[in-house]
């Protein structure tokens, strides 16, 4: 099971972003697919979720800016965001693995990671 995330970069407050999470050894048929973020100095934060059926979640004050989506035949999953802010600039991370793997793990407790792309959001 591997995820490999890419797409992170810098962009100007109110600017938009896409990144994405290509998995291999699985597919999304099987598996939920969550995206969390760390800022330098702070706890990891849970953004958004989707199910092996599409079923989506996102964390607090993440729903309305953000949007995640996914490509099965490219086996990849997407988080679209837009109206970004400096208090977005984080280390946002996939993952996979949760305590049923069909499922979003509530507590973004997961037991595969990708590594990381750094978004940040600075004039």
């Known amino acids: 099971v591997q995820l490999q995330a890419s797409g992170g970069g810098l962009v100007q407050p109110g600017g938009s972003l896409r990144i994405s999470c290509t998995l291999s050894?699985?597919?999304?048929?099987?598996?939920?697919i969550a995206w969390a973020r760390q800022a330098p100095g702070k706890e990891r934060e849970g953004v958004s979720c989707?199910?092996?059926?599409?079923?989506?979640y996102y964390g607090n004050y993440m729903e309305g800016r953000f949007t995640i989506s996914r490509d099965k035949a490219k086996n990849t999953v997407y988080l679209q965001m837009n109206s970004l802010k400096p208090e977005d600039t984080a280390v946002y991370y996939c993952?996979?693995?949760?305590?049923?793997?069909?499922?979003?793990?509530?507590?973004?407790?997961?037991?595969?990671w990708g590594q990381g792309t750094q978004v940040t959001v600075s004039s």
């Open positions: 050894g699985f597919t999304l048929d099987d598996y939920a």
């Open positions: 993952a996979t693995g949760g305590r049923f793997n069909y499922l979003c793990a509530a507590d973004y407790e997961y037991d595969y």
């Open positions: 989707i199910t092996s059926d599409g079923t989506t």
